[in-house]
């Protein structure tokens, strides 16, 4: 699904009415509608209660007052309390707040003037509250009456219920303004935005529905959008059950390189990760004196022995064969459990520029890259990389701080720069294209905060761009069926407990429900 910033929607909104020539009321109509419908499905008494419907001036209070109007006829029992004079209320809210007075609906009029807690008794005196006081165009902290208003009403633990966006929200960041309304569910139009998907403002939002209110496709497909939230529906349309006659060696030959002393593990999990996405062909080049243990514990994957250092690492010695094998060959996945030894280091650095298929590269290779970027620009195969934020700090000479007050910004900057596809990993994954492409991963759990997880990741990731895939899908399929099987094998059992080999079997249940959608 596309996913916007506040001022992108703002820009849809406005060519549908003065290019398409849909009016704006009809558009506030549809969204009250839509909202209308949903929030009777979140509170399924919503209608025999006492609803509060507290609005702005703007278009969100509008939105506010057809919901009012709509909740009033159908027999509820609905107050509006509205935080601005009718003279600061104008175009097609203003039109729906004069139908609210023609139709009897009790309308207050906040007077600043007089008592909070005399006034602040319409909205707390109630069963629900309809959030409609500041909408997706705030851009600045909330203060004043607002502030006052949105802590109180936070204070109250009642249900709240918030019209395109919890107020005070920033709707293109996730960023929280000051204050912002804590939400049951949120009703937004026309498509999610990114604040809504994002910490902290995911926590705010409650649970998300996009109500459609009718911007035509074409003003979707006019505007060039290239953000994506990951959900089953979409990545579905990338992936079709294999024909029949397939064999190995049609399905891709994934290439790890992996593995050190006290470290097999890593090179276990990317290679059982490769083949469980469908690599028909998985070979692992692991330090000699570890290819015994590897080899029991990896029975359908290949192993081939490299020189290694006096640490049991790879050794740069190695560089030759590793080249030579890799012809022909799909994918390479390469840095999980390697070491920082000096002479892996050489290994590294000296593979990137020759490597001749697409790479993975994670952990310590992206360890090792942090300080030659310049071998990024040397590479002549397509690259990714998949950071978690401590690694993606390395990466930019920055905080982790940084990072995740900016994960969106810093991925989508990093991958046009230097020219790779780049995997934010954590809460809410971050993939970032360098033509622009960005998206946000929907699934995982927080069960898979455990070692291994990247380790998986990694191979499954390789797994699908050595089946063909081009980077910037594989790297979406590879995190979100990734995230779904962890979903799959412990969401709604535990919050923990979770082992990265746990969810290997899960994997094919969720590809086939790609492949089936």
């Given at each position: 699904?596309l996913?916007?910033?506040?001022s992108?929607?703002?820009?849809l909104?406005?060519?549908?009415i003065?290019?398409?020539?849909?009016?704006?009321i009809?558009?506030?109509?549809?969204?009250?509608?839509?909202?209308?419908?949903f929030?009777?499905?979140?509170?399924?008494?919503?209608?025999?209660?006492?609803?509060?419907?507290?609005?702005g001036?703007?278009?969100?209070?509008?939105?506010?007052f057809?919901?009012a109007?709509?909740?009033?006829?159908?027999?509820?029992?609905?107050?509006?309390v509205?935080?601005?004079?009718?003279?600061?209320?104008?175009?097609?809210?203003?039109?729906?707040?004069?139908?609210?007075?023609?139709?009897?609906?009790p309308?207050?009029v906040?007077?600043?003037?007089?008592?909070?807690?005399?006034?602040f008794?319409?909205?707390?005196?109630?069963d629900?509250?309809?959030?409609?006081?500041?909408?997706?165009?705030?851009?600045s902290e909330?203060?004043g009456?607002?502030?006052?208003?949105?802590?109180a009403v936070?204070?109250?633990k009642?249900?709240?219920?918030a019209?395109d966006v919890?107020?005070?929200?920033?709707?293109?960041?996730?960023?929280?303004?000051?204050?912002a309304?804590?939400?049951?569910?949120?009703?937004?139009?026309?498509l999610?935005?990114?604040g809504?998907?994002?910490?902290?403002?995911?926590?705010?939002?409650?649970i998300?529905?996009?109500?459609?209110?009718g911007?035509?496709?074409l003003?979707?497909?006019s505007?060039?959008?290239?953000?994506?939230?990951?959900?089953?529906d979409d990545l579905s349309?990338?992936?079709s059950?294999?024909?029949?006659?397939?064999?190995k060696g049609?399905?891709?030959h994934?290439?790890v390189?992996?593995?050190?002393r006290?470290?097999?593990?890593?090179?276990t999990?990317?290679?059982?990760?490769a083949?469980h996405?469908?690599?028909?062909l998985v070979t692992?080049?692991?330090p000699?004196?570890?290819?015994?243990?590897?080899?029991i514990?990896?029975?359908?994957m290949?192993?081939?022995?490299?020189a290694?250092?006096?640490n049991?690492s790879?050794a740069?010695?190695a560089?030759?064969?590793?080249?030579?094998?890799?012809?022909?060959?799909?994918?390479?996945?390469?840095g999980?459990?390697?070491?920082l030894h000096?002479d892996?280091q050489?290994?590294?650095?000296g593979?990137?520029?020759?490597?001749?298929?697409?790479m993975?590269?994670d952990?310590d290779?992206?360890?090792?890259?942090?300080?030659?970027?310049e071998l990024?620009d040397?590479?002549?195969?397509?690259l990714?990389?998949?950071p978690h934020?401590g690694e993606?700090?390395?990466?930019?000479?920055?905080?982790?701080r940084?990072?995740?007050?900016?994960?969106l910004?810093?991925?989508?900057?990093?991958s046009?720069?230097?020219a790779?596809?780049?995997?934010?990993?954590g809460?809410r994954?971050?993939i970032?294209?360098?033509d622009?492409?960005?998206?946000i991963n929907?699934?995982?759990?927080?069960?898979?905060?455990?070692g291994g997880m990247?380790?998986?990741?990694t191979?499954?990731i390789a797994?699908f761009?050595?089946q063909?895939f081009?980077?910037f899908?594989?790297?979406?399929?590879g995190v979100?069926?990734?995230?779904?099987a962890?979903?799959?094998?412990?969401?709604?059992v535990?919050?923990r407990?979770?082992?990265?080999?746990?969810?290997l079997?899960?994997i094919?249940?969720?590809i086939g429900?790609?492949?089936?959608?």
């Amino acid at each position: 699904m596309l996913i916007v910033t506040a001022s992108e929607m703002a820009q849809l909104d406005k060519k549908t009415i003065e290019e398409i020539g849909i009016p704006g009321i009809v558009l506030m109509e549809n969204a009250g509608r839509g909202a209308a419908a949903f929030f009777q499905q979140v509170v399924p008494e919503l209608l025999n209660g006492r609803i509060s419907v507290v609005a702005g001036s703007g278009n969100n209070g509008g939105d506010g007052f057809v919901l009012a109007r709509l909740f009033h006829h159908l027999g509820a029992a609905v107050r509006v309390v509205c935080l601005r004079p009718p003279e600061k209320i104008k175009g097609d809210a203003l039109i729906n707040f004069r139908i609210l007075s023609k139709l009897g609906v009790p309308v207050f009029v906040w007077d600043e003037t007089k008592s909070f807690d005399d006034q602040f008794k319409w909205i707390k005196e109630t069963d629900v509250i309809v959030d409609a006081i500041l909408g997706t165009g705030l851009n600045s902290e909330v203060r004043g009456l607002f502030r006052k208003i949105i802590d109180a009403v936070n204070e109250l633990k009642l249900p709240v219920l918030a019209v395109d966006v919890p107020s005070g929200l920033d709707a293109s960041t996730g960023k929280i303004l000051g204050t912002a309304i804590r939400a049951k569910a949120t009703a937004t139009f026309g498509l999610p935005k990114i604040g809504q998907l994002v910490d902290p403002g995911e926590e705010y939002v409650g649970i998300l529905k996009v109500v459609d209110i009718g911007i035509p496709k074409l003003v979707l497909e006019s505007n060039n959008l290239q953000r994506y939230w990951l959900e089953e529906d979409d990545l579905s349309s990338w992936l079709s059950a294999r024909n029949s006659a397939t064999h190995k060696g049609q399905a891709g030959h994934v290439v790890v390189l992996s593995g050190s002393r006290g470290k097999t593990g890593a090179a276990t999990l990317i290679c059982e990760g490769a083949g469980h996405v469908g690599a028909g062909l998985v070979t692992l080049f692991i330090p000699a004196s570890l290819n015994p243990i590897v080899e029991i514990k990896l029975t359908e994957m290949m192993t081939i022995p490299i020189a290694e250092t006096k640490n049991q690492s790879p050794a740069d010695a190695a560089l030759p064969e590793i080249l030579n094998f890799l012809e022909g060959k799909q994918a390479l996945a390469m840095g999980p459990g390697i070491s920082l030894h000096p002479d892996t280091q050489a290994l590294v650095k000296g593979l990137l520029p020759k490597v001749p298929c697409p790479m993975v590269l994670d952990a310590d290779a992206l360890t090792i890259l942090a300080d030659h970027l310049e071998l990024l620009d040397e590479t002549k195969q397509p690259l990714i990389l998949t950071p978690h934020p401590g690694e993606m700090a390395r990466l930019i000479h920055g905080s982790v701080r940084e990072v995740q007050q900016n994960r969106l910004e810093i991925a989508a900057e990093f991958s046009q720069k230097h020219a790779v596809t780049l995997v934010l990993k954590g809460h809410r994954s971050v993939i970032a294209a360098p033509d622009g492409r960005l998206a946000i991963n929907s699934s995982g759990n927080p069960a898979m905060a455990s070692g291994g997880m990247g380790d998986t990741l990694t191979g499954m990731i390789a797994g699908f761009l050595g089946q063909g895939f081009e980077p910037f899908k594989a790297a979406c399929l590879g995190v979100f069926v990734h995230g779904a099987a962890a979903d799959r094998r412990i969401a709604k059992v535990a919050s923990r407990g979770l082992l990265a080999s746990q969810i290997l079997n899960e994997i094919p249940y969720v590809i086939g429900n790609l492949e089936r959608c």
